[in-house]
């Protein structure tokens, strides 16, 4: 089914259970029916997806992007939650994280994402990346 179907849906749902004034609505039902939209359907959350999926810190792309930290944090617990969390690298990220790795003294996730501007559990999937690729 379609996002906008689903939404749709969700919204003719919300109709028939609590009545025709949506201000009268209980406010986490309002609250999942914009969360659909804002998150699907707009140019600037598929920027954002695509930065989270790359590692970059919230704190970060609430920097470049003009967003709130915590609204960069619901938007990567619902991408959680819904098993959409999988990250991903170009070439060009993997070596860099090659070189990082290689010419750091003792380097575990944690100060190689520092040193990256990436967050660590990103960092701890593109090693494990690197380690089945070799």
Do not use: F
């Not at 379609?2 to 609250?31: L, Q, T």
């Amino acid at each position: 089914m379609s996002s906008n179907k689903k939404m749709v849906a969700e919204i003719r749902a919300a109709y028939e259970n609590y009545g025709d004034d949506p201000d009268k609505w209980p406010k986490d039902v309002k609250k999942e029916i914009r969360g659909q939209t804002e998150e699907e359907h707009t140019a600037e959350n598929k920027v954002l997806r695509h930065m989270i999926l790359h590692g970059y810190t919230n704190k970060y792309i609430a920097q470049e992007r003009s967003k709130t930290p915590q609204y960069l944090q619901q938007l990567r617990d619902r991408m959680q939650r819904r098993d959409e969390l999988n990250y991903q690298a170009t070439p060009d990220e993997l070596t860099q994280l090659k070189y990082n790795v290689k010419h750091m003294n003792k380097p575990n996730n944690k100060g190689v994402a520092s040193v990256m501007g990436r967050d660590k559990d990103w960092v701890r999937c593109m090693r494990e990346k690197l380690r089945e690729g070799e």
